[in-house]
């Protein structure tokens, strides 16, 4: 196979001598990791591997088996034979996986099925021999503040009530600012549920409408956000997603108004499976439970009042992780510090990007556009990952950044954040108009998003002609406003970077903000 691939092969003449040889290639991040999280959940068990221990960490691998542990426990009290079988054989693949990987770190939790078997204990031992480290146990009181610091790690400052249905409990924890206030759990996890219930959803129904009746009282969040983690209700909300046609097919911060939600959740509740127009998109394994997940969003909804459902693809293993950093640590903008990183990894110059975000706020200043402090963070990361798509066909670059930047793994941001920062990147590319753009990602933004993805676009298009994407540059120009035209200040020095495309460029934006033209000024 060698001899064959030899005459195809460039010389690998840009690799350092030995970088081949090592496991980490250069788009790989430094620092405490990678790191792995095995996650034995009452229905799933997981294995998480993230690149480091960080703010905005990247997950690496992820593999999850269905043993349904917590199956059986309600009526017998133990863990059953054949499902503890399938976990500990998923749990050696998992720990060889992570080995393989060069985990520094491997944390090993454990919640509701195990805590509450009786032969819980004997599992424990078993995990641990496997791995070669302690079984972290969590309790319930454990499992609410974790999915919430989990939430809390998803996204900026959230404020509300945070749900995480497993196979075995339900917990509920309030959230304010992003600290975690007051939990509770309840036996309504989808395992659990349907045995309890013996596969009815009626009775389910009366089950979970009275073990929640008292939450509304001490947990509500009329007019807030609820939170929901949890692999059923992220099923319930991709077969939601595709029902409506929605645009944007990720699942973290995907929202639906509480009332959609309530009536959605009845709907698939009492209805059979089968005929649900697009329950192809969920998998076959979450089916079953899909019902009873519907059942308790619909109580929860009908006990705490929240304004919106919304979903969240961090949990308890995000909050154990998130846990373990500094405060100094927590305390960073996600979305900001994944942007950074991509900077690094992606664009011609990290620094020229970094320089954007203060040009472009004096750019929007000279224009005269105020800004909130949210629009001025999504400006930011916008500048931060403007040029990732260099390494494209020209013909492609903003079609290719739209979509690298809609679809990314980006936490501490909704879709129509999203969608700002990637149409902004579309118009840096393409132009202003929008007429190969499609319907579909303008659904997700406001005229009032749209109109400021547009104009950074086209501040972004004049500070790269000025740089050519290089650093230094872009911070000795100026934009002010002159009385009825834009100005460019650029120093004598950089003279020669004046020009007829420059002055084009300068002008679209200019009548962007409403001025009659723009001009180059040397100071």
């Not at 149409?423 to 749209?450: M, W």
């Amino acid at each position: 196979m060698d001899s064959l691939l030899k005459p195809i092969l460039p010389s690998r003449s840009y690799v350092a001598p030995g970088a081949l040889d090592g496991q980490r290639a250069p788009g790989r991040l430094t620092g405490r990791g990678p790191v792995a999280v095995i996650d034995i959940g009452s229905n799933s068990v997981r294995l998480v591997i993230y690149e480091r221990l960080c703010r905005s960490p990247t997950v690496l691998f992820n593999e999850k088996t269905l043993a349904g542990l917590g199956r059986g426990v309600g009526s017998t009290g133990k863990l059953g034979d054949a499902t503890v079988e399938q976990a500990l054989a998923s749990i050696r693949r998992f720990k060889f996986l992570a080995d393989i990987e060069g985990c520094t770190e491997l944390h090993i939790l454990a919640t509701a099925a195990v805590r509450d078997a009786r032969n819980g204990e004997d599992f424990i031992a078993a995990v641990e021999k496997i791995c070669g480290t302690k079984l972290r146990l969590l309790s319930g009181e454990d499992e609410a503040r974790l999915s919430a610091m989990g939430v809390a790690s998803g996204f900026l400052r959230p404020t509300g009530v945070v749900g995480d249905l497993g196979g075995g409990s339900l917990e509920l924890v309030t959230l304010r600012d992003g600290e975690v206030g007051n939990g509770r759990t309840f036996p309504l996890g989808g395992i659990r549920l349907e045995e309890a219930a013996d596969g009815s959803v009626r009775k389910a129904e009366k089950i979970a409408a009275d073990l929640l009746a008292e939450a509304g009282a001490s947990m509500s969040c009329e007019g807030r956000p609820f939170y929901a983690v949890g692999g059923t209700w992220r099923s319930l909300a991709r077969l939601h997603m595709f029902e409506i046609g929605y645009p944007l097919h990720v699942m973290h911060a995907y929202s639906i108004a509480a009332d959609e939600a309530l009536e959605f959740s009845r709907v698939v509740a009492r209805r059979d499976t089968a005929a649900l127009d697009q329950i192809g998109v969920v998998s076959k394994s979450r089916r079953s439970l899909l019902p009873f997940g519907a059942v308790v969003m619909e109580k929860v909804i009908e006990a705490l009042k929240p304004s919106k459902v919304v979903i969240s693809a961090l949990g308890v293993r995000e909050g154990h992780l998130f846990e373990l950093l500094t405060p100094q640590e927590r305390a960073e903008d996600p979305l900001l510090e994944a942007a950074a990183e991509l900077a690094y990894l992606r664009s011609r110059s990290p620094r020229h990007a970094e320089e954007l975000v203060d040009w472009s706020a004096g750019a929007f200043a000279a224009l005269g556009l105020a800004e909130t402090a949210d629009e001025a963070r999504l400006r930011a990361a916008a500048c931060l990952v403007s040029d990732l798509g260099w390494r494209a066909h020209p013909d492609y670059r903003g079609e290719q950044s739209l979509n690298l930047i809609a679809h990314g793994a980006f936490i501490g941001i909704d879709h129509p954040g999203r969608a700002y920062i990637a149409l902004a990147n579309y118009f840096r590319h393409v132009g202003l108009v929008d007429e190969a753009l499609s319907p579909r990602i303008r659904e997700l933004a406001t005229t009032r998003t749209k109109e400021r993805a547009r104009t950074l676009g086209a501040v972004l298009r004049v500070a790269y002609l000025i740089s050519a994407s290089m650093p230094g540059i872009v911070p000795q120009t100026r934009l002010v406003a002159g009385d009825d035209s834009l100005i460019l200040q650029i120093p004598k020095a950089l003279a020669s970077l004046d020009g007829d495309r420059l002055r084009k460029r300068l002008a679209q934006l200019a009548k962007l903000g409403g001025l009659k033209g723009g001009e180059v000024a040397l100071v």
